[in-house]
């Protein structure tokens, strides 16, 4: 049995999509996932399942909320590998100290086309990012409230992504260490 994580997007988020972590839990668990954990509202789960690709599991994860919940929800699912790969990856190990600085956005696929110089014109003078296949790194040390990156760089990287903050990504990790 393999430990999976998925990272659920927009749900929980301005009154929209709203899916209780022990409804969530109760529908992972419903589908044959054992040793379902959740971490706060935002939709990040880890489970262990016999399944061998996450295509299948995102597939029916999706299908069971949209039946319970009237939603779909979009969700990226990966295993401990590459969650482990992506905070090694990190290009910014000093923000660590200040982990609401540091977001990871994770994408759905690899941005084949991103437009650099809108991510460029949208960053302000105090941020950095980089992108690599999986994940879109940013460290906003002013924070992402007002951050136009932030708020663009789905848009300008042409890919679904889901992001979380370092300490999100941290506590997720360790729930899969806890397997």
Known sequence: MATWIALFRGINVGGNNILP??????DLESLKLKNVRTYIQSGNAVFDSRAKTASALT??????????????????????????????SNPFPKAVSDPRTL??????????DPDIEALENAKASTE?????????????PDGIARSKLAAN???HLGV???A????????VLSMVSQT
Do not use: C
Request: charged fraction near 30%.
């Open 160 to 162: 679904v992504t889901t």
């Open 21 to 26: 972590m022990a409804k969530l839990k109760s």
């Open 128 to 140: 950095k990012y980089k992108l690599t296949d999986r994940v879109f790194y940013l460290h906003a």
């Open 153 to 155: 760089a789905e848009k």
């Open 164 to 171: 979380r903050n370092y300490r999100t990504v941290d506590r």
């Open 59 to 88: 597939k029916n994860i999706a299908r069971r909320i949209e039946e319970q919940h009237g939603f779909r929800p979009h969700l990226l699912i990966f295993n401990r590998t590459d969650l482990l790969t992506a905070i090694e």
């Open 103 to 112: 977001h990871f956005f994770f994408l759905a696929e690899p941005a084949s």
